[in-house]
Each structure stands twice: as C-alpha cells, then as structure tokens.
C-alpha cells in the first residue's frame, strides 16, 4: 500500500507561484512513476504532469507547459509540482498519483495510477 499526502496548496494571485510537495510512504518510492493532475469544479480529473521513476524524464500538459515543472526528490520520498505565472484557470483541486506499473507512453492516462492523494487546493484570483 502507498499513501501520498499533498500540501501547499492556497490562494495566490494571477501570476503568482506556489510549490506543491507530494510525501509518498508505504513502498519504496523511487519504484513509482509519479503524476500530479487537477480538478477543477464540474470537470472531470485532468494530467498536469509526470515525472518518470529516476527523475530522467517529465511529460507536461499543453496547458502548463513552460510554466509548471515536476521534479522528486527519491531519497525524501517526495515528487514537487512548482507552478508559475498561475493564471485563474490553474484553480483546482490537485492530486498526486503514483504508478509502478504505467509505461510512460500512458502517463497522461488517470486511469493507469494506482494510489492517489487526498489533493490540495489551488485557488488563483484575478
């Protein structure tokens, strides 16, 4: 079993910048693809990001690209979201998944992670 505990959410104005922080515990973590996806009000669970199990190598939606970059850090167990240039359509639940089993052409896919976080909120004002 994994459980994963987000934190760093709030409320930031338009252009801000937060950093989410994912504490995994449970398994060994760096056996683990990780992802952050978001939810928004009335919308279904989309990908933001995935980092691969070593760190190596990070996929982004076209929404957060450039602006947002995952990173881990195995020896503490904890995969980071840091968000910049945050715009009101960022605000979201956030939630962190964790796969030991996805191949990393189906890492944008929900459906292909295992565990899942409680998420953290992520409000954005104008």
């Known amino acids: 079993q994994v459980q994963l505990v987000e934190s760093g959410g709030g409320l930031v104005q338009a252009g801000g910048s937060l950093r989410l922080s994912c504490l995994s515990s449970?398994?060994?973590?760096?056996?683990?693809?990780m992802g952050w996806f978001r939810q928004a009000p009335g919308t279904e669970r989309e990908f933001v990001a995935a980092?691969?199990?070593?760190?190596?190598?990070?996929l982004y939606a076209d929404s957060v690209k450039g602006r947002f970059a995952i990173s881990r850090d195995n020896a503490k167990n904890t995969v980071y979201l840091s968000m910049n240039s945050l715009k009101p359509e960022d605000t979201a639940d956030y939630y962190c998944?964790?796969?030991?089993?996805?191949?990393?052409?189906?890492?944008?896919?929900?459906?292909?992670?295992?565990?899942w976080g409680q998420g953290t909120q992520v409000a954005i004002s104008s």
């Open positions: 998944a964790a796969s030991a089993f996805l191949t990393w052409d189906r890492a944008a896919e929900r459906g292909r992670y295992e565990y």
């Open positions: 449970g398994r060994i973590f760096s056996r683990f693809t």
């Open positions: 980092i691969t199990r070593g760190g190596g190598a990070t």
